[in-house]
């Protein structure tokens, strides 16, 4: 069964700062997709990224990027130049391919707090 | 403006009463799903249906029922035999896709006394 591990339950920056927040799963599948959702405290989950495993190349959206070590099964989440409004709840997900219906298979979270 | 909505935000109910959460969206979406929301874990799957009049549970199925008579709708019921109901769930949906993003609405907070 696959699983997602994030392993740092609260982080905290200043603002402007870089930071990065980690996930890391376990599946025996070959093609599949991972995914960064945030969750500020108004609790609206918002996608912010999202990754195909057979693509080599990291995906990256205006100030988030990912690292995508698909050997290590590492899906790591870098957000620069950070702002107050960044400050939320972050979670990596897990997509079972089509014959599990698509599911999302979520890590606990990381609550990043964004310092002014 | 297209999305998906929850009612209420918030819903207060006692022990031993059955309690319908309503998600309804305008998406054209085929998929839907209902999670549920503990502090410190991540969104469980309670059910989710890919088509009308046909849904399937999740990992924590028990204690919870839905339907799906309309695209547009699909209503949970939380039970008396959920034994810790009082939780944040989140209604969701998305098109039926490798990759597909899911959509979520804003939640409702239920809280069991």
């Known amino acids: 069964a696959q699983t997602v591990t994030q392993s740092q339950p609260e982080m905290s920056v200043q603002e402007a700062e870089t930071v990065t927040l980690s996930c890391t799963y376990d599946?025996?599948?070959?093609?599949?997709?991972l995914f960064w959702y945030k969750q500020p405290p108004s609790r609206q989950m918002i996608l912010v990224i999202r990754?195909?495993?057979?693509k080599q190349q990291n995906a990256t959206e205006n100030r988030f990027s990912v690292n995508f070590q698909k050997a290590a099964k590492s899906f790591s989440l870098k957000i620069s130049d950070s702002q107050l409004g960044d400050t939320a709840m972050y979670f990596c997900?897990?997509?079972?391919?089509?014959?599990?219906?698509?599911?999302?298979?979520w890590g606990a979270g990381t609550k990043l707090i964004i310092k002014p | 403006d297209g999305g998906i909505t929850q009612s209420p935000k918030y819903l207060f109910r006692k022990e031993g009463q059955n309690v319908t959460l309503s998600c309804e969206q305008n998406l054209n979406h085929d998929a839907m799903y209902w999670y549920r929301q503990d502090p410190g874990q991540g969104l469980r799957l309670i059910y989710y249906s890919q088509i009308v009049n046909d849904f399937q549970k999740g990992d924590i199925a028990e204690g919870y029922s839905v339907s799906r008579e309309k695209k547009e709708s699909f209503p949970l019921t939380v039970t008396s035999a959920q034994k810790n109901p009082t939780a944040f769930y989140l209604c969701a949906s998305s098109i039926l896709a490798g990759g597909s993003e899911q959509y979520f609405g804003p939640g409702t907070r239920l809280t069991v006394t």
């Open positions: 997900a897990f997509m079972k391919p089509w014959d599990s219906n698509y599911q999302l298979i």
């Open positions: 599946t025996s599948e070959s093609n599949y997709y």
């Open positions: 990754q195909e495993a057979y």
